[in-house]
Protein backbone atom coordinates (compact mmCIF):
# COMPACT_ATOMS: atom_id res chain seq x y z
CA UNK A 1 0.00 0.00 0.00
CA UNK A 2 1.21 3.69 -1.01
CA UNK A 3 1.77 5.70 1.96
CA UNK A 4 2.50 8.57 0.17
CA UNK A 5 0.74 10.00 -3.19
CA UNK A 6 2.22 13.20 -4.39
CA UNK A 7 0.79 15.27 -6.85
CA UNK A 8 0.47 18.92 -8.62
CA UNK A 9 3.95 19.20 -9.87
CA UNK A 10 4.55 20.82 -13.33
CA UNK A 11 6.49 23.56 -15.30
CA UNK A 12 6.18 27.02 -14.79
CA UNK A 13 7.74 30.51 -15.44
CA UNK A 14 9.50 32.01 -12.50
CA UNK A 15 7.46 33.92 -10.16
CA UNK A 16 4.86 31.36 -11.05
CA UNK A 17 2.58 29.27 -8.48
CA UNK A 18 1.59 26.03 -7.77
CA UNK A 19 -0.45 23.74 -4.97
CA UNK A 20 1.45 20.42 -4.23
CA UNK A 21 -1.03 17.69 -2.49
CA UNK A 22 0.52 14.25 -0.70
CA UNK A 23 -2.27 11.92 0.05
CA UNK A 24 -1.56 9.83 2.76
CA UNK A 25 -3.40 7.40 5.35
CA UNK A 26 -5.52 8.56 8.15
CA UNK A 27 -3.31 7.21 10.74
CA UNK A 28 -0.29 8.53 9.32
CA UNK A 29 -1.39 11.94 8.72
CA UNK A 30 -3.44 12.28 11.80
CA UNK A 31 -0.67 11.14 14.33
CA UNK A 32 2.26 12.20 12.80
CA UNK A 33 4.16 15.76 11.42
CA UNK A 34 4.13 15.97 8.21
CA UNK A 35 6.61 17.63 5.95
CA UNK A 36 7.70 18.20 2.40
CA UNK A 37 11.04 17.65 1.32
CA UNK A 38 12.70 17.90 -2.45
CA UNK A 39 15.84 16.53 -4.39
CA UNK A 40 17.05 18.77 -6.64
CA UNK A 41 19.56 17.70 -9.56
CA UNK A 42 22.96 16.98 -8.09
CA UNK A 43 21.85 17.24 -4.66
CA UNK A 44 20.52 15.39 -1.32
CA UNK A 45 16.80 15.41 -0.23
CA UNK A 46 16.16 18.45 2.02
CA UNK A 47 13.42 18.92 3.86
CA UNK A 48 11.63 22.27 3.19
CA UNK A 49 8.46 22.39 5.58
CA UNK A 50 7.14 20.82 8.05
CA UNK A 51 3.43 20.98 9.72
CA UNK A 52 2.88 19.58 13.35
CA UNK A 53 -0.73 18.15 14.63
CA UNK A 54 -1.77 21.19 15.71
CA UNK A 55 -0.94 23.10 13.32
CA UNK A 56 2.06 24.90 13.22
CA UNK A 57 4.91 25.60 10.68
CA UNK A 58 8.42 25.80 10.37
CA UNK A 59 10.48 26.26 6.96
CA UNK A 60 13.78 26.78 6.04
CA UNK A 61 15.20 29.60 5.45
CA UNK A 62 15.17 29.19 1.61
CA UNK A 63 11.53 28.72 1.17
CA UNK A 64 10.04 31.09 3.83
CA UNK A 65 7.39 33.57 2.67
CA UNK A 66 6.94 31.86 -0.50
CA UNK A 67 6.13 28.72 0.40
CA UNK A 68 3.00 27.73 2.82
CA UNK A 69 2.76 24.27 4.32
CA UNK A 70 -0.70 23.25 5.71
CA UNK A 71 -3.29 19.87 6.08
CA UNK A 72 -6.25 18.47 5.97
CA UNK A 73 -7.01 16.09 8.11
CA UNK A 74 -10.47 15.30 7.42
CA UNK A 75 -9.22 14.41 4.15
CA UNK A 76 -5.82 12.99 4.61
CA UNK A 77 -4.07 15.59 2.72
CA UNK A 78 -1.47 17.83 3.05
CA UNK A 79 -0.78 20.77 0.92
CA UNK A 80 2.41 22.67 -0.16
CA UNK A 81 1.00 25.99 -1.62
CA UNK A 82 4.42 27.09 -4.10
CA UNK A 83 4.75 31.10 -4.79
CA UNK A 84 7.32 33.46 -6.26
CA UNK A 85 9.14 30.10 -7.91
CA UNK A 86 12.90 30.48 -8.56
CA UNK A 87 14.58 28.31 -11.02
CA UNK A 88 16.25 27.09 -8.18
CA UNK A 89 13.44 25.51 -7.20
CA UNK A 90 13.34 22.70 -9.57
CA UNK A 91 13.53 19.36 -8.09
CA UNK A 92 11.40 16.36 -7.29
CA UNK A 93 8.92 17.10 -4.45
CA UNK A 94 7.88 14.71 -1.91
CA UNK A 95 5.99 14.43 1.58
CA UNK A 96 6.77 12.30 4.42
CA UNK A 97 6.72 12.19 7.96
CA UNK A 98 9.15 13.60 10.79
CA UNK A 99 10.96 11.35 10.79
CA UNK A 100 10.58 9.84 7.91
CA UNK A 101 8.70 6.72 7.60
CA UNK A 102 10.19 3.59 7.81
CA UNK A 103 9.18 0.03 6.46
CA UNK A 104 11.14 -2.67 8.14
CA UNK A 105 13.79 -0.14 9.22
CA UNK A 106 14.08 1.23 5.78
CA UNK A 107 13.14 4.75 4.82
CA UNK A 108 9.85 4.85 2.22
CA UNK A 109 9.41 7.58 -0.07
CA UNK A 110 6.59 8.10 -2.20
CA UNK A 111 7.32 8.81 -5.97
CA UNK A 112 7.34 12.32 -5.63
CA UNK A 113 6.69 15.01 -7.93
CA UNK A 114 8.42 17.02 -10.59
CA UNK A 115 8.24 21.33 -10.48
CA UNK A 116 10.49 22.65 -13.21
CA UNK A 117 10.80 26.30 -13.20
CA UNK A 118 11.97 28.29 -16.31
CA UNK A 119 13.94 30.81 -16.32
Known amino acids: QEQFVESGGGLVQTGGSLRLSCAASRSTIRFNTMAWYRRAPGKQRELLAR???????NYVDSVRGRFTIYRDNADNVVYLQLFSLKPEDTAVYYC?????????????WGQGTQVTVSS
Open 51 to 57: VSGDGST
Open 96 to 108: NTVPTFRINGREY
